[in-house]
DNA sequence: CGGCGTTAGCTAACGCTGTTCACTCACTCT
DNA sequence: AGAGTGAGTGAACAGCGTTAGCTAACGCCG
């Protein structure tokens, strides 16, 4: 008998193994943001399930693993709502889409304090993180900075802006940047590339001393230094006029 | 480290005391370079010292306020170590001086990362941290955001460099720098103090990144780029002639 | 000098953690 | 129908932070 169906499945235990993958991901998850990193145990994740611990054996090896993929999933959250933002500019300039993606993330970030602190706070892969390669967080980190990383580039081809010239660049960063752009889709001029990361410095650390209260020493309510900042970038892309906050 | 000295007063006892709790603060920090943060345990401190892991409540109320501490030893060892950096420029121009002490600061980060992790990520304090005011390691912090402030009050001070006027500034941004600079010894103009902090985020991501290993995916070594954020941030404070590296 | 209060340190214990092992039971396939 | 696979179980182990109750040494004061 082979009824022929929805295309996606597998056997039916393949489709239940999946669905409690799924369920546990989800509750982990959710125990993340109820308990706090410290809070996300193995044994608070069954029970929320109504399950036992050793049970989740058979969905991940150990906790780092279930850890790590929660990481992945939390990375596929947050692009999903940078593009979002992006995609609900309208019409669509790439240098208001890019503002639009740094707010979301500003927004995202101080929404989910703890989340992020998971993937931006050296919290889970070890803070001296050699592991060479791969893995899914890995991989869901690329797609979440290919979103920053896409837009820039959009923006340059579109209108330039201004970059320091190669010769302006010091050989050894030349070189930096010759080898990370050799392993790029597309070739852009190594200056482009020394913009942006100098941007996604700028967004990244502001972002990041925001929510782990490192400027608490200075400001109150960071969001104004953050547009602040952003205009900075959005002067620095040629963009400025894009800057004026929605 | 900045405890004072000689005299080492009190009884016999109080003496003792001091010294034990010393040497718990010393071997906490053995055990996390050893161990990781996730080694660092109240039994593993107590092993290494010979001593039962219950007796540490004579000296601490909890295991984290003995992390807190170590957080604070943490931050006066990183301050002794820009200072020293600041303070072995001859002669002692600020532009030199703050450029040594942030090259300090990237130099301690890369060579004691575990250390830095507990610092600057969202491992010890909690990632909402509301604790309002108090606790040494906050008061730690404080001093080692001084040594930068102090260095950039100083350029500005001998020799300004232009900044945005207050005008130029949104209101809610001079809002914001003005509750902040009402908690300061010397009135600043504002603009200066968003020069201050916009130098200070890009410092202070640039060396956050490289640690927790956001920047692999694109540099495989993040010197040269911290050096052009450096000059970046020299050519900001109208310091650019004393940006080559040493 | 003797006694007493203070206090550093101990062991034992509780409840929690990640993880392993041996087992049961339901489902799937032949 | 029988064999085999695999999800889920409870018990157990070592380790964690923390509390309680005890011991013994120390310092002070009469």
Redesign the interface.
């Known amino acids: 008998m082979s009824d022929h169906m929805p295309p996606e499945a597998g056997t039916r235990r393949e489709r239940a193994r999946a669905d409690t993958l799924r369920e546990i991901r989800a509750t982990a998850r959710q125990v993340l943001v109820a308990s ?2 410290d809070g996300l145990a193995l044994r608070a994740i069954a029970r929320e399930m109504g399950l036992s611990a050793p049970a989740l054996y058979r969905y991940f090896p150990s906790r780092e693993d279930l850890v790590e993929q929660l990481v992945a999933d939390l990375y596929d959250e947050l692009s999903d709502h940078l593009e979002a933002a992006r995609d609900a500019v309208v019409p669509a300039r790439p240098g208001v889409q890019l503002l639009a993606a740094a707010r979301a993330f500003r927004h995202w970030a101080i929404t989910h ?2 989340e ?3 993937l ?4 889970a ?5 050699d592991e060479a390669g791969e893995g899914p967080a890995e991989l869901a ?2 797609r979440f ?1 290919g979103v920053f990383a896409a837009l820039m580039a959009q923006i340059y081809v579109e209108q330039p802006f201004p970059v320091p010239g190669e010769d302006e ?2 050989p ?2 030349r ?2 940047l010759q ?2 752009c050799a392993k790029l889709p597309v070739a852009l001029p190594l200056g482009v ?2 913009v942006f ?2 941007c996604w ?6 972002v ?2 925001e ?15 953050f ?3 952003l205009r ?1 970038v959005a002067r620095q892309l040629g963009i400025a006029d894009a800057a004026a906050p929605s």
């Open positions: 706090g990193p304090r703890v992020f602190g998971l931006f706070g050296s919290a892969q070890g803070v001296v993180p980190g690329r900075g660049l010091t050894e960063l070189r930096q080898t990370w590339m020394s990361l100098s410095i700028t967004l990244y650390g502001m990041c001393m929510v782990f209260g490192h400027l608490r020493f200075a400001l109150d309510d960071p969001e104004p230094m547009e602040s900042e900075r």
